[in-house]
């Protein structure tokens, strides 16, 4: 198989970014497998099942491939452990390319998915990882803002008056294209945000405006916000989450980068565009 035949493995692909990467590479010409534990049918790619926990389902998403997008296994607070033994496999199976979702509050060596970031540079000659602040999806769908929003126009965080530069996942995905199919590979970690940084009450004043509801942030503390994840995650994971919400409280994500830009010839979308596309439209 010529590497113009080989398939490109997208992990997660029927989820936030994995949709987006693989409808991106369909449309592109790659040929593409589209891994997901139920081997969902994916307009234009091949289906193909794979379970973190599974490492049975390994082989048969390898075979063929030689440029993986990867998305961790969701909850865990320890994804080393099954994604290292995968990324081996993988490299011995001849891929060469590997590109890893992370996230902006987790360098290399970090916790969770840190450690594999820290791995990826010495399994594979080309790689890239994506460090994407939070992402705009997360006020629409079924994420937790989401249905705070839709039950009590309410957004709940301990983040306090900190900022951050939220980020599309439309820009995330067209990244990480880049990232896969560019050349030369990026051989580095991006940091991912939208075009401003902005705190949680100014993403309720402009969902208030966009949608024609009052939305308000609701301030926790730490400890509010991490009980209140623990009823539905592990505490080890609800206390990280919980942690990384006080860490923008404390500033650490305030910050925009020009990675969308740079990479893709064009600006990133505004929270504000985001919002009139997704929740809505402009009130009359």
């Known amino acids: ?3 113009s035949a080989k398939f490109t493995l997208v992990v997660g692909a029927t989820g936030t970014t994995g949709s987006r990467v693989a409808a991106r590479l369909v449309s592109a010409g790659v040929r593409v497998k589209a891994a997901s ?5 994916v307009d234009g790619a091949r289906p193909v099942r794979f379970d973190w926990d599974d490492p049975s389902s390994y082989a ?6 030689d440029r993986v997008y990867l998305i961790p296994p969701l909850g865990s607070s320890d994804p080393a452990a099954v994604m290292l033994p995968f990324l081996r496999q993988a490299r011995s199976a ?3 390319r590997a590109v890893l979702l992370s996230s902006s509050a987790i360098p290399a060596g970090g916790p969770a998915v840190g450690q594999v970031h820290q791995a990826l540079p010495g399994l594979f000659p080309e790689w890239a990882v994506l460090r ?6 997360n006020f629409t769908g079924d994420h937790a803002h989401a249905r705070t929003i839709e039950a009590d126009g309410t957004i709940r965080t301990a983040t306090g008056e900190g900022r951050v530069g939220f980020v599309d996942a439309d820009d995330i995905a067209t990244v990480a294209v880049h990232a896969l199919t560019g050349t030369p590979a990026p051989n580095t970690d991006l940091i991912i945000t939208g075009p401003e940084a ?3 009450g100014d993403i309720a004043a402009i969902a208030s405006r966009v949608t024609g509801r009052t939305i308000t942030h609701h301030q926790l503390t730490y400890e509010q916000m991490r009980d209140r994840l623990a009823a539905d995650i592990p505490a080890e994971f609800a206390a990280m989450l919980a942690g990384m919400d006080r860490a923008i409280a404390e500033g650490a994500e305030d910050r925009t980068t020009d990675t969308v830009l740079r990479l893709t010839g064009r600006p990133a979308h505004s929270f504000r565009a985001f919002a009139e596309r997704e929740m809505g439209g402009l009130p009359s």
């Open 198 to 200: 902005l705190s949680y």
């Open 37 to 41: 534990r139920r081997a969902t049918p």
């Open 1 to 3: 198989m010529t590497d």
């Open 94 to 96: 001849g891929v060469r």
């Open 60 to 65: 048969g998403a390898l075979d063929g491939t």
């Open 132 to 137: 994407p602040s939070w992402f705009m999806q």
